[in-house]
């Protein structure tokens, strides 16, 4: 496992792609931050984390070989890992909010942002960008967010987290080879934030719209059943699903 430690970097994404220009990587290259000078989330979004308290990391995946119109799987794969190494910690209402964030609750405590290099249609590889609130108890009045310290009350060992996430990313990975998709996707839509219950939605012209999610379609859009018992999808950047 190589991890390579930096005290400050204006983003681990940025560094790790850097890094794979000139030199070859091993698969599961590992890049952590004690501080991000420009973390990035999804859309354009800046991820905002106090130096030392948290996880601010990128992962390199090698070799996957996925067709980009399968390219949700990734998600799928990264969202399962963090979540089930958060759920050996006994973290409370653990969810995965569409896309790939992870929730307790109404409060996100993980951003992930994936970035990947293609060959033709393929993904050939990818760098996996994920910040997690881990021992920072103040966000200067960030709505929704929350910490594994705020819901634990205690502090957590960073280093043996993020080992336990890598490991999780490698079993998560290696399943994915061996399991059919569909089940990979049942088990993703089995711990997805506000399914089957009342949610509110904003279209990007800024309107809003109530309904109930059903889970996700083959190319990762979200399945929204709304008035008249129609059941349709949306991308991300149709739809933003409020909290």
């Known amino acids: 496992m190589n991890i390579i430690k930096l005290d400050a970097t204006d983003s681990t994404n940025a560094y790790l792609k850097g890094l794979m220009l000139v030199q070859n990587l091993e698969d599961f290259t590992v890049v952590v931050a004690k501080k991000q000078l420009n973390g990035r989330g999804q859309m354009g979004t800046t991820w905002e984390s106090e130096p030392g308290k948290n996880l601010t990391f990128s992962i390199l995946k090698s070799k996957i070989n996925l067709s980009t119109h399968n390219q949700f799987v990734l998600s799928i794969c990264v969202s399962l890992a963090i979540y089930n190494a958060l759920h050996k910690l006994q973290i409370p209402k653990l969810r995965v909010k569409w896309p790939n964030d992870i929730m307790s609750g109404n409060c996100k405590i993980c951003g992930i942002l994936i970035e990947n290099t293609l060959i033709g249609d393929t993904i050939d590889s990818s760098v996996i960008g994920i910040g997690l609130n881990v021992n920072q108890i103040v966000f200067n009045n960030l709505p929704n967010v929350s910490s594994l310290k705020l819901l634990l009350g205690k502090t957590v060992n960073l280093e043996e987290l993020l080992r336990n996430i890598i490991s999780d990313l490698q079993g998560v990975f290696q399943q994915q080879q061996k399991e059919a998709q569909i089940n990979l996707y ?5 711990v997805m934030f506000k399914r089957h219950k ?6 990007t012209s800024g309107e809003l719209f109530t309904g109930y999610i059903q889970g996700v379609s083959k190319s990762g859009q979200l399945r929204i059943l709304i008035e008249d018992d129609i059941i349709k999808e949306f991308s991300l950047k149709e739809v933003t699903l409020l909290y």
Do not use: I
């Open 186 to 190: 049942k088990r993703y839509e089995s």
């Open 198 to 203: 009342p949610a509110t939605f904003k279209y």
